[in-house]
């Protein structure tokens, strides 16, 4: 039995007005009828088009929905779980010295936070845009502060958190130790200052959790940091800190800014390839140097002589991809974002004055000592 094909007069093409509404009949002559078979049955009906199927037509609207859906949940920063409170990729969070910020664990506990920025000594060679710029934890002049003077009141830090298990505990996740070695961990931090804008994974305390999102904080922060001289703590909320993370893009920056904010002199501090006994701290307000003891408040503080570089001396590297730092970390690292905005002129303020005095003394900067150039190339991205 053959069928003939459908005449002239009958569309084979997609309609041109919208798949809803009432259809209008062709311009061409009616089709013919379909032809009978010899028993006078009706033949086989032609093909429908498949913009006419409703069947198909759903199928269609589903894979075009579920593909949304995927699509949105892949973009997400925090990875499509929506409950861990990652901030969104690409973006970077400025934290001004002074503010508490979002999503504090406690009041704040900082003493101080006016230490003047510092001028770094620049690299002598052209960095790319997402290059890192990294310095030595235990160098002399990263940190600054007040001789017998705490930048932070790390025992009021521990009687918030004990006054607060639940954030105790959160505290403790991103710090790597027990909820009950918390005190211990806090008191064998150092008090210090920044000097230097410098990021890090910042953790706030939200819906009973850590969260976690990429910070630069500002030079004169006042922060704990550890026997390798990372930045462990900041004071003005009690948020934990971990190193930063490398991301891909530019970044976005938010929060806060400040006169003399710089992409391009935001740096990441490196950990000292030895522990560190001895920070050689920065008083701007008596224009001296101090030695300040690892884990000690300040009331065992010493002037000490002005360090040979008394600038902190920057480290430039491009690294192909992410890596764990070289000290141990304290909590798990997360894919994070390098800045890769273009590169901004170096800050022109002047270096803090220091007075003259002889040549440093052995014994003191044998505990402070640059790590080598390697060790940036192990840091993530700024």
């Not at 900082?110 to 230490?115: N, P, R, V």
Request: aromatic residues 4%; proline residues 16%.
């Amino acid at each position: 039995m053959s069928v003939e094909p459908p005449s002239s007069g009958r569309p084979t093409g997609p309609p041109s007005g919208p798949l809803s509404g009432p259809s209008q009949p062709p311009s061409g002559p009616p089709s013919q009828p379909p032809p009978t078979g010899g028993t006078g049955a009706p033949g086989p009906e032609p093909r429908r088009p498949w913009w006419r199927s409703a069947p198909r037509i759903a199928a269609i609207a589903v894979v075009v929905v579920a593909a949304v859906i995927l699509a949105v949940v892949l973009s997400r920063g925090d990875g499509g779980d929506g409950g861990n409170g990652t901030s969104a990729d690409g973006e970077v969070f400025l934290q001004a010295a002074g503010k508490t910020g979002p999503d504090p664990f406690t009041e704040s506990t900082a003493t101080d936070s006016s230490a003047p920025p510092a001028t770094p000594t620049q690299a002598t060679e052209s960095a790319p845009s997402n290059a890192v710029r990294g310095v030595d934890g235990g160098a002399p002049g990263v940190y600054g502060g007040t001789r017998n003077t705490a930048a932070c009141d790390v025992e009021k830090q521990i009687e918030y958190l004990r006054a607060a298990p639940d954030k105790n505990r959160a505290f403790a996740s991103v710090a790597r130790v027990d909820a009950d070695d918390v005190p211990a961990y806090l008191r064998a931090l150092t008090p210090v200052q920044l000097r230097l804008d410098t990021r890090v994974t910042n953790h706030g305390y939200r819906d009973g959790a850590a969260t976690r999102y990429q910070a630069v904080l500002q030079s004169g922060t006042a922060v704990l940091v550890d026997d390798r001289g990372v930045p462990r703590v900041r004071c003005a909320c009690g948020n934990p800190l971990t190193p930063p993370v490398a991301q891909q893009g530019t970044l976005k920056r938010t929060g806060d800014s400040w006169p003399s904010y710089r992409s391009s002199n935001v740096v990441v501090v490196l950990p000292s390839t030895t522990v560190i006994n001895v920070f050689v701290i920065f008083d701007d307000e008596r224009d001296e140097w101090v030695a300040r003891e690892r884990g000690d408040d300040g009331d065992e503080d010493k002037k000490t002589d002005r360090p040979a570089k008394p600038s902190p001396s920057v480290s430039v590297s491009t690294p192909t991809s992410p890596s764990p730092p070289s000290s141990p970390p304290t909590s798990t690292p997360e894919s994070s974002t390098p800045e890769t905005s273009p590169p901004e002129p170096p800050t022109t303020e002047p270096e803090s004055p220091e007075p003259p005095a002889p040549p440093p003394d052995e014994d003191t900067t044998a505990t402070s000592r640059s790590a080598p150039a390697e060790g940036a190339s192990q840091s993530p991205p700024l």
